[in-house]
Nanobody
Framework: QVQLVESGGGLVQAGDSLRLSCTSS????????MGWFRQAPGQEREFVAA????????YYSDSVKDRFTISSGNGRTTVYLQMNSLKPEDTAAYYC???????????????????WGQGTQVTVSS
């Protein structure tokens, strides 16, 4: 069973930056993907960013694409989410996700991923 461990959340002010990290217990295959979702209280889990391993291309939601950057390291076992210019609406629990064979059409859906971390809280005050 693949285990994902997130770190890096916290309480910041609007305009600040945070960097989230997620480490997988297993190296991902080239057909998989790894990324981040977030969920605010009372809302559905929403896609933030992901990397598809077959081409190392990043994908972003429209709400974060000019502020957040996803990157990888350690041979497809770690992903990072650099979050700049944080806004109060970015407040949520952030979850790392990994998929064994995430197809392109499912990159932005939680159903495209097989494994999930426990989540790390990001709170942005105004």
């Amino acid at each position: 069973q693949v285990q994902l461990v997130e770190s890096g959340g916290g309480l910041v002010q609007a305009g600040d930056s945070l960097r989230l990290s997620c480490t997988s217990s297993e190296r991902a295959g080239s057909s998989g993907a790894m990324g981040w979702f977030r969920q605010a209280p009372g809302q559905e889990r929403e896609f933030v960013a992901a990397i598809r391993w077959n081409n190392n291309r990043p994908y972003y939601s429209d709400s974060v694409k000019d502020r957040f950057t996803i990157s990888s390291g350690n041979g497809r076992t770690t992903v990072y989410l650099q979050m700049n210019s944080l806004k109060p609406e970015d407040t949520a629990a952030y979850y790392c996700a990994a998929g064994r064979g995430t197809i392109l059409s499912m990159m932005r859906s939680p159903r495209g991923y097989d494994y999930w971390g426990q989540g790390t809280q990001v709170t942005v005050s105004s």
